[in-house]
Nanobody
Framework: QVQLVESGGGLVQAGGSLSLACAAS????????MGWFRQAPGKEREFVAA????????YFVDSVKGRFTISRDNAKHTMWLQMASLKPEDTADYYC??????????????????WGQGTQVTVSS
């Protein structure tokens, strides 16, 4: 089992920055990749970014490329999502996720077995 806890959400003005953290505990040695998803009110959960635990390859949805950065610290079992140039459309609940299986890609919810509780990000215009 892997437990995930997000932190760092909040309210920010458009154009501002915010950093989210996801701390993993439990069976962290088995993690292959972690990712961030978001869900806005009335919308489906969507992929935001992912990072392979070994090697650090990163993946982003097109709408956040160039604005968001994903990173991880294997020793601290923590992943971060640094968000810059935030837009009102980035407003959503953000969830971190982890998988203990190797996969070709990590773009869908089905690619992950473990989920955090979520943290709210609100970007005001």
């Amino acid at each position: 089992q892997v437990q995930l806890v997000e932190s760092g959400g909040g309210l920010v003005q458009a154009g501002g920055s915010l950093s989210l953290a996801c701390a993993a505990s439990g069976r962290t040695v088995s993690i292959y990749a972690m990712g961030w998803f978001r869900q806005a009110p009335g919308k489906e959960r969507e992929f935001v970014a992912a990072i392979r635990w070994s090697g650090g390859s990163t993946y982003f949805v097109d709408s956040v490329k160039g604005r968001f950065t994903i990173s991880r610290d294997n020793a601290k079992h923590t992943m971060w999502l640094q968000m810059a140039s935030l837009k009102p459309e980035d407003t959503a609940d953000y969830y971190c996720a982890a998988t203990i299986y190797y996969k070709r890609s990590y773009y869908t919810s089905n690619d992950y077995e473990y989920w955090g509780q979520g943290t709210q990000v609100t970007v005001s215009s």
